[in-house]
């Protein structure tokens, strides 16, 4: 907090052991290893600087980390400490995000902690010096029972922490999606789609408008043609949003069943999936709705192919196709074969596609053939984007976090926290500069800087309002 905050919030977190062991596999080796499980006791009190009163007080723990790397010189329990107290800010986020009452929120006290940062970054948290032997040296790399989803280089590499973070909703945020005009919209659990702009004076968001609707918001749309937002409704309507009259309209009356995927292509077309497996598109809104297809599984996203009048579906039992909206042909079937399919994304020169599967990591297509050129990592990835007019992609991992990758070396560039939690969308803003993050229960969005990595600090202006 700023030193002139009429609140102050003081962490206090002491390593203790649990009394548990933690088993330990080694990729090279038959045999585990077993070490003493630390976790971190945290204690959280917000307290009124004039009198010292305490306004609200929680207790917490963090869990031991249970991804590692054999280091020189370093027991296998020593860097588990390390790596507990490296994961404690991440954690102490989604903490003070379950735990904070909401009579804690209110106005007056919101707008005093606004001006200073709700947020630790890494070197604000001291990691004590052990004084005692903790146990012979490791000469294994350490790792969960399950198989690595993800290349190690890229899970362990430090990861920057937000420049701040958003409350987007009194509900968890169920999608978001950067405008062209520089804006952040997103539908909430609150039943409210929201329109987010950047807070010049002050930093951080400040909303531009919102539409709150009793269907139920669910997935977002951007019809480039007018600036306009659509979302999709549980009921299985999509709306409107005319940005220049601040109010939402009815698109399209029930489709069947939940909006669950919404692209618009260049011509335009708009395209929409639901929970029960059935893709339609129209071209205006008093045109007739036309199947393109049906299966039996749910839709799980949609993705326009930039330029062009296809898009990308993905169903959840692992089908994907290219379709041409206009005549509703089938292109060709992605042969992908890696389980549910979680999340789709077109890069910007519509050459590549990229999966995001429940059993094969990030599968990387041609859009001229259908061929796979590229797998990043294996297991469960939950969310994928490529980064704006680049040859990087964004993915996420089963460690709440966000990795950069070059697409052609698949090498891992940068590592982002994700605020403790699944990530379930990742947004970049549309001159790439900005990245945000839908994460599972959270109403709070990670706002971050791709280019300037600066960890936990609040910026003027937000490359990603």
Request: include cysteine.
């Amino acid at each position: 907090m700023e030193a002139d905050a009429e609140y102050a919030l003081q962490i206090r977190g002491a390593s203790q052991k649990t009394g548990e062991l933690i088993a330990f596999n080694a990729e090279d080796a038959e045999d585990g290893t077993s070490v003493p499980a630390h976790e971190i006791a945290l204690t959280f009190a917000l307290t009124r600087q004039a009198d010292n009163e305490t306004i609200w007080n929680e207790s917490g723990r963090i869990p031991p980390v249970v991804l590692l790397e054999e280091e020189a010189g370093q027991t296998l329990e020593q860097i588990l400490v390390r790596e507990t107290w490296r994961s404690a800010p991440a954690a102490i986020a989604d903490l003070l995000n379950r735990s904070f009452p909401l009579h804690v929120h209110a106005v007056p006290l919101t707008a005093q902690l606004r001006h200073g940062r709700l947020w630790i970054a890494l070197n604000d948290v001291v990691i004590p010096e052990s004084k005692d032997s903790l146990g012979e040296q490791s000469r294994m790399v350490a790792q969960a029972p399950a198989s690595p989803p993800i290349d190690y280089t890229a899970i362990n590499a430090p990861a920057h922490l937000p420049l701040f973070t958003a409350r987007v909703g009194e509900g968890a945020v169920r999608d978001a999606v950067a405008t062209p005009f520089g804006a952040l919209a997103t539908t909430s659990l609150d039943k409210f789609m929201r329109i987010w702009v950047p807070n010049q004076q002050r930093g951080g968001l400040q909303e531009f408008a919102s539409s709150r609707t009793e269907e139920g918001p669910t997935c977002l749309g951007i019809d480039d043609s007018t600036g306009d937002i659509l979302f999709g409704t549980e009921s299985g309507s999509v709306r409107r949003f005319q940005i220049d009259k601040k109010r939402s309209i009815l698109e399209r009356n029930s489709l069947g069943s939940s909006i669950t995927a919404l692209a618009v292509t260049s011509e335009p077309n708009f395209v929409v999936g639901t929970e029960k497996g059935q893709v339609s598109t129209w071209t205006s809104p008093r045109g007739s709705v036309k199947v393109l297809i049906d299966r039996n599984a749910p839709v799980t996203d949609i993705a326009a192919v930039p330029y062009t009048n296809r898009v990308v579906a993905a169903w959840a039992d692992g089908v994907a196709m290219l379709l041409e909206a206009g005549t509703a042909r089938t292109v060709f079937t992605f042969d992908l074969k890696a389980g549910a399919i979680r999340d789709v994304t077109v890069s910007s020169n519509a050459q590549q596609v990229a999966f995001a599967t429940e059993a094969g990591g990030a599968i990387v297509a041609s859009l001229l053939n259908g061929t796979e050129t590229g797998r990043i990592g294996n297991g469960e990835v939950r969310a994928v984007a490529f980064r704006p007019r680049t040859e990087e992609l964004a993915t996420s991992t089963p460690v709440d976090r966000i990795v950069l990758w070059d697409v052609k070396s698949q090498r891992p560039l940068n590592c982002y926290d994700a605020v403790g939690g699944d990530v379930q969308r990742i947004v970049f803003s549309s001159d790439g500069q900005g990245l945000s993050a839908v994460v599972a229960g959270r109403r709070n969005l990670p706002i971050r800087s791709v280019s300037g990595n600066i960890e936990g600090e609040m910026f003027e202006e937000p490359a990603l309002p």
